[in-house]
Antibody
């Protein structure tokens, strides 16, 4: 059973960089056939797809966030990471990591529990 | 890239059926059979209940069904149960290796 777990600071100052890690167990981020994704959900609001990474380090990002987002992968540690630069209060959200097959057919089939990140001074 | 359009809320009584619509465009739902639906209970992560428009993951009740017509996808829940009360989100592939979600629908079981 694949499990994903987000970790990182719960409080970030405005204008700084948000950094989160998603550790994968029960599966490998090096597996051919899966994209590893980040999704966020502001309090009381809907889901927003942030982007994904493949084990080859290929990435795709939501156009609305592309200028501020970097997703990376560490196959030796079986994890992938999110960096979001120049954050504001609007970036306060629960951040989830999740998996989707490369043919996009499976939907986001495994999710982490999510971690709330608050942007405030 | 605007969010897919869902009704903000729907309601139904136990045993009844409800349908949640999800309207996109020819760039997403209209072009790909890659629509998925997620159920989210308060404080929990979303869970996929429908993928590829009509397919159910193992363990998901057959009371949940999906369909699509043109650029609109739909989720139907039959035989409503109290445990179905949750938020529901649709999601579609967009053809540029990106995903887009709907705004979410709150289901109330009366």
């Amino acid at each position: 059973q694949v499990q994903l777990q987000e970790s990182g600071p719960q409080l970030v100052n405005p204008s700084e960089t948000l950094s989160l890690t998603c550790t994968v167990s029960g599966g490998s981020v090096s597996s051919d056939g899966y994209y590893w994704s980040w999704i966020r959900q502001p309090p009381g609001k809907g889901l927003e797809w942030i982007g994904f990474i493949y084990y080859t380090r290929n990435t795709e990002y939501n156009p609305s966030l592309k200028s501020r987002v970097t997703i990376s992968i560490d196959t030796s540690k079986n994890l992938f990471s999110l960096k979001l630069a120049s954050v504001t209060a609007a970036d306060t959200a629960v951040y989830y990591c999740a998996r989707v097959t490369t043919n996009w057919a499976s939907g986001l089939d495994y999710w982490g529990q999510g971690t709330l990140v608050t942007v405030s001074s | 890239q605007s969010a897919l359009t869902q009704p903000a809320s729907v309601s139904g009584s136990p045993g009844q059926s409800i349908t949640i619509s999800c309207t996109g465009s020819s760039s997403d739902i209209g072009s790909y059979n890659l629509v998925s639906w997620y159920q989210q209970h308060p404080g929990k992560a979303p869970k996929v209940i429908i993928y590829e428009v009509t397919k159910r993951p193992s363990g998901i009740s057959n009371r949940f069904s999906g369909s699509k017509s043109g650029s609109t996808a739909s989720l139907t829940i039959s035989g409503l149960q109290a445990e179905d009360e949750a938020d529901y989100y649709c999601c579609s592939y967009t053809g540029t290796s990106t995903l887009i979600f709907g705004g979410g629908t709150k289901l109330t079981v009366l």
